[in-house]
């Protein structure tokens, strides 16, 4: 029975790989971060949108996977994380973040795409970012600066709580 259920997991997972297409169920962003006092956690997931996004095309044209994430639908546990998030952010003046998944190519239990940015009136594309395959979902992980962003990475209650200019944001595509 193990053998069984052993074998029909790598077949299943070969044939993932196999396919030109993945249909996205659910998706996730999570920013992470450290300040002087400890961290901080940010998310934002999206159940109800599904989207199915191509790959290793033979034509020039790719799909695209397109958040277009409201800054305040993020959650980060508090009602005061979540104005210090918005207002680093510049959600006053940007209140919307695009995060676009494209140009998926496949590698060895991986695949890897190149994701663009819009943030708080800047543009980033980051190319060859690994996607990793963990049970139900791909994973990207990206890590990032508050200046490569073009963002302040501010300071609260008078200089005491500083927060740490390395940040990661996490892509959770789940199948």
């Known amino acids: 029975m193990r053998i069984t259920l052993l074998f029909g997991c790598c077949l299943f997972l070969t044939g993932l790989f196999q396919n030109k297409a993945l249909v996205i169920d659910q998706t996730e962003i999570i920013v992470k971060g450290r300040t002087t006092i400890g961290s901080f956690e940010c998310s934002y997931e999206s159940q109800d949108k599904r989207d199915t996004l191509l790959f290793d095309l033979d034509s020039s044209e790719f ?93 609260r209650l008078g200089g005491l709580v500083k927060i740490e200019e390395s940040i990661d944001l996490t892509i959770n595509l789940y199948l």
């Open 63 to 155: 799909s695209t996977l397109d958040f277009n994430i409201p800054i305040s639908d993020f959650g980060c546990g508090n009602f005061l994380l979540n104005r210090d998030f918005m207002k680093t952010l510049k959600a006053d003046v940007f209140p919307n973040c695009l995060v676009s998944v494209s140009k998926l190519r496949r590698g060895p239990n991986k695949l890897y795409g190149d994701i663009y940015l819009q943030m708080a009136g800047k543009d980033h594309l980051l190319k060859e970012v690994a996607f990793h395959h963990l049970n139900d979902k791909f994973q990207g992980i990206l890590n990032l600066s508050m200046e490569e962003l073009g963002l302040n990475a501010s300071s």
